[in-house]
């Protein structure tokens, strides 16, 4: 497991091996590919938010404070739209559900809190990425895609979990690790084509929760930044 999951539940990354498993059981090597595959994309998701421009600028100081304050809004609306529409999926593990409920409500507080109060709620701004994230959610309803749903909460709160928000306890990452792998393997008996349909939803998943950092940097030469954001 990675460094990503270890901040989402709290543990050193010595806590967190996964259990043996004894090798008669069933789908065992077919899970342990899958969750290579997540720890893959643990590690991506990290190196790519850290080498980011607006994950550099946010380092330095650079970002004003409006386009820090609509990137983490970004994460949080993402968050909340998942959450809204998560009833629609019956194959959805409910730790799925519980896991954005969570993330929304904390990082939502998180950003009252950085706001000084919640009224940033009505001017928030919903970026392109955003929208075009939305259409995603919208097909993956029409087309009744619980594993399509399940990877894009997961990278999500992976990503979520890097925030400069810290969000406190959330269901474990061994957990989520583990109910996305069953998914996919309930969805696609056939284990390879269980690994790429993951990988590709994964990959969908974080090119989107990338887009938002393009669209914050973009956003600070639109608009000033017009109270402070610590």
């Not at 008996?189 to 940097?217: I, K, N, P, Q």
Request: aromatic residues 6%.
């Amino acid at each position: 497991m990675s460094a990503i999951s270890a901040q989402v539940v709290g543990e050193t990354p010595g806590d967190r091996a996964l259990p043996d498993v004894p090798a008669t059981a069933p789908g065992t090597t077919q899970t342990a590919a899958l969750e290579a595959i997540l720890d893959t994309i643990d590690r991506s998701i990290v190196d790519c938010l850290h080498r980011s421009s607006v994950w550099s600028r946010m380092a330095d100081g650079t970002l004003p404070g409006a386009g820090r304050a609509g990137y983490l809004e970004q994460h949080w609306e993402g968050m909340r739209v998942l959450s809204s529409v998560a009833a629609r999926f019956p194959g959805v593990d409910p730790v799925f559900r519980r896991a954005l409920r969570e993330a929304t409500t904390r990082l939502g507080r998180a950003l009252d809190n950085a706001h000084a109060s919640p009224r940033w709620r009505d001017h928030h701004v919903t970026m392109p990425s955003m929208l075009q994230f939305r259409r995603r959610v919208v097909e993956m309803a029409d087309e009744q895609d619980a594993l399509a749903f399940a990877a894009h909460a997961y990278a999500r709160c992976a990503a979520a979990a890097v925030s400069p928000f810290p969000l406190g306890d959330m269901p474990t990452a061994a957990t989520l690790r583990s109910a996305l792998a069953s998914m996919a393997l309930r969805g696609h008996a056939d284990g390879d084509l269980a690994e790429e349909v993951l990988t590709e939803e994964l990959s969908a998943a974080l090119v989107l929760v990338l887009a938002h950092g393009s669209d914050a940097v973009s956003y600070t030469h639109l608009t000033l930044p017009t109270t402070p954001y610590v």
